[in-house]
């Protein structure tokens, strides 16, 4: 699966903002915001403009998901060696 920004809009919806008002507090474009909708990776730069304006670890906006594909193909890897 990959990287997941649900926490962010957790965040957002606890905070009362929307994507707009993320885009205006972290000074970012629209496009930096709709590859964040579709779980897209961002810069580094970017991470630390959210984290800063939470005031929060990078944990607590993105989280990295592992797809049941991705363990089984693991697991057989690892078998193999």
Known sequence: MGFSYDRLWRKLFDEKMKKLDLKKAIVT???IIAKI???ENV???ILGRICKYFKCD???VLE???S???IDK???NERSE
């Open 43 to 45: 810069s580094m730069e």
């Open 58 to 60: 990078v944990g607590e």
């Open 29 to 31: 474009s629209p496009r």
């Open 74 to 76: 693991f697991n057989r």
């Open 64 to 66: 990295y998901k592992i």
């Open 37 to 39: 909708g579709r779980d």
């Open 68 to 70: 049941p594909i991705h």
